[in-house]
């Protein structure tokens, strides 16, 4: 890990007195620095992160053996709890977090949710002080929403053991799906009138692209950007191989979207879960008819224009399949077919009819997905009347939308002055992009 505690130090003591506090630095521990300081040794101590976990302690019937057959046969395997999910966009990060949110609520784990809204002020860089209630040295065990990365500060938030989580989805896939989802929130693409107006940018990007523009960083490696990095450099310039080894040494497990059962599986390994733990219907995806087709010109072109995340992806991808040989490719296969075998029966026994449907088709509300500003694009699904009590409670929870859940589980997401177009909740997302719009100067922006 490459978190320095030290320069956290040195921040704080020269915010209210230079650098008089620290007297020397001795040596490098595991966690980032050791050192000797001066009269602030105890007061300093209050900004360094929570040493350990406050997590309930496991039931007994959640501690199984391990699996790993080269460490010794009665080593017994605990849940790890404290997690760090890194929410990048557009990548089934959705999917993800209902299965956070039901690990989270079986062992009755304290989330940091944020102040006020549903993310942590992105594209602000993330602060401690984003965390609702945040005051030093209270314990948190996880990490989920939204936000630009800043690794330092997020070490202040959570246990030094945390376990740091993230997904990554093809960089090519990744931009047609966020040119699309975020069109009307980047005035940049407004301008450009052609019937296919993604294909009209990429065969041109930099006549339509400015660095400067309103929210441009969706329409240029947009994971890049997640991370906290310079979404702009050049691909050749070494701040981006040293980024991405940052970003290596930090993540204990980099998912892929294409690759999501595998992903889980290596989850379930690296901390301890279960097969339930796992179980998942996919959440806010987008209908198929909405969804540009890339043809190998336009996939090669957007590549090209989403060169550091490319980059990213291949390193990640690389270390990803590393992963799966150490695990061992027959017992994957045998492990994500379970897996797939077990979502295919929670899908017959929950969902009515089988399948998602599109917003309109949606009989509860309450299940209706946020959808972007003047769209209803976006899928959900509807409950069995017939679920038999043993799975009533799973299948709801597993059904439930994002937003909606962040309610269950006591975060009070505003809601804005209007209901959406689809009848469900018009969350905070649009009266912000709204404000922001205006505030941008411009005169063009509605809503439907």
Not at 17 to 46: N, P, R
Not at 325 to 353: P, T
Not at 369 to 380: D, S, V, Y
Request: glycine share 4%; net charge neutral; aromatic share 12%.
């Amino acid at each position: 890990m490459t978190n320095c505690i030290l320069h956290q130090l040195f921040t704080w003591t020269d915010r209210i007195s230079g650098s008089a506090g620290i007297e020397h630095f001795t040596s490098v521990d595991g966690l980032g620095c050791q050192y000797m300081l001066g009269s602030l040794w105890v007061k300093a101590l209050l900004l360094f992160p929570v040493p350990l976990s406050c997590a309930p302690q496991p039931d007994q019937n959640d501690i199984k053996p391990t699996s790993n057959t080269s460490e010794m046969e009665n080593k017994q395997c605990i849940p790890k709890v404290d997690i760090m999910f890194m929410k990048t966009h557009k990548t089934a990060s959705s999917t993800f977090l209902n299965i956070l949110f039901r690990f989270g609520e079986k062992h009755k784990l304290k989330f940091a949710f944020p102040n006020s809204r549903n993310d942590f002020f992105y594209p602000s860089s993330f602060h401690r002080t984003h965390v609702q209630g945040y005051k030093s040295g209270m314990c948190f065990n996880i990490l989920c929403n939204h936000m630009r990365f800043n690794a330092s500060e997020v070490a202040n938030v959570l246990p030094r053991d945390t376990s740091y989580i993230t997904i990554l989805r093809d960089p090519a896939e990744l931009f047609e799906s966020s040119f699309h989802y975020f069109g009307h929130v980047v005035p940049l693409t407004w301008w450009i009138h052609h019937e296919d107006k993604m294909a009209e940018f990429l065969h041109d990007p930099n006549y339509y692209f400015s660095p400067d523009g309103f929210n441009s960083f969706y329409l240029k490696n947009l994971l890049f950007f997640d991370f906290g990095q310079d979404n702009n450099l050049d691909p050749d310039d070494p701040r981006v191989d040293e980024s991405i080894r940052a970003i290596d040494e930090r993540f204990h497990l980099v998912m892929l979207m294409e690759h999501f059962e595998e992903s889980l599986i290596l989850l379930k390994d690296a901390l301890c879960w279960n097969m339930d733990d796992l179980l998942f219907f996919k959440l806010n995806s987008r209908k198929k008819s909405t969804v540009s087709k890339l043809t190998p010109e336009l996939r090669v072109k957007a590549l090209e224009w989403n060169s550091i995340d490319w980059k990213l992806y291949k390193h990640f991808n690389m270390t990803f399949w590393k992963k799966v040989e150490a695990y061992g490719r027959k017992r994957m296969a045998k492990d994500v077919a379970e897996l797939k075998q077990r979502n295919a029966e929670m899908m017959e026994i929950c969902i009515e009819g089988g399948h998602s449907v599109d917003a309109e088709r949606i009989h509860d509300a309450v299940m209706q997905p946020w959808q972007p500003i003047g769209e209803k694009n976006i899928m959900g699904y509807n409950m069995k009347n017939t679920v038999d009590k043993e799975y009533r409670e799973l299948c709801r929870k597993m059904l439930t939308p994002e937003i909606q859940y962040l309610t269950d589980l006591g975060f009070l997401v505003p809601r804005a002055e209007h209901e959406s177009v689809s009848g469900g909740p018009n969350w905070c997302q649009c009266p912000r992009v709204i404000v922001m719009c205006l505030k941008a100067g411009s005169t063009r922006y509605k809503t439907e």
